[in-house]
């Protein structure tokens, strides 16, 4: 009797704990649109920030940091004190910026994936020019880029987070067949 009641017990934990990693997998998904509709938005206010107050890089990420989400306002807080400390170049505050979101990621801070972050690398690279004008044209790029991927994901993602849970689910069932009911 009591055996019974342990096996039912069970395989409802493992149904439902593989349940509740499909969902949070999908929830992960929609996380990462989330945070790239923040990068995109991020950009934009540099952009402003360039065009209109013609402010230095390090007054420009000080600025947006406290707009920002969380994680994303303490990088660029991060990056604006490096470059206000007297940080030698640039690309080198960027790349340690780009470390940090890494670290971020991790540590499951942010649920970017690291071919993301590395697409910000590039950013880093544009920012480098001295000409404003070259500056803004390669944000708008990187802004169409993001925007066209952001695009792309969310037209995939129900159809993803289903299959997502469907997966976890028959893998749940798989293994209460295989742990023997």
């Not at 505050?93 to 993301?116: C, N, P």
């Not at 802004?143 to 289903?162: C, F, M, P, S, V």
Request: charged share 25%; with cysteine.
């Amino acid at each position: 009797m009591w055996l019974t009641v342990a096996k039912i017990s069970g395989c409802i934990m493992v149904l439902g704990g593989s349940i509740i990693l499909g969902l949070k997998m999908s929830v992960k998904m929609s996380k990462r649109i989330c945070e790239l509709r923040e990068l995109e938005r991020i950009l934009g206010m540099l952009e402003g920030e360039l065009r209109f107050r013609k402010n230095p890089m390090a007054q420009c990420f000080n600025n947006i940091s406290g707009r920002c989400m969380d994680a994303f306002g303490r990088w660029l807080s991060y990056m604006s004190k490096l470059l206000s400390g007297g940080c030698d170049s640039f690309m080198e505050v960027w790349r340690e910026g780009m470390e940090m979101l890494k670290v971020m990621r991790y540590d499951a801070r942010i649920s970017l994936t690291v071919e993301d972050i590395e697409e910000l690398e590039y950013i880093g690279q544009a920012l480098l020019e001295n000409h404003t004008d070259s500056q803004l044209n390669a944000l708008l790029l990187e802004k169409t880029a993001l925007k066209n991927k952001i695009t792309g994901l969310a037209n995939e993602l129900q159809d993803r987070k289903k299959v997502t849970i469907s997966l976890c689910s028959l893998g749940g069932i798989m293994l209460v067949i295989l742990l023997g009911l």
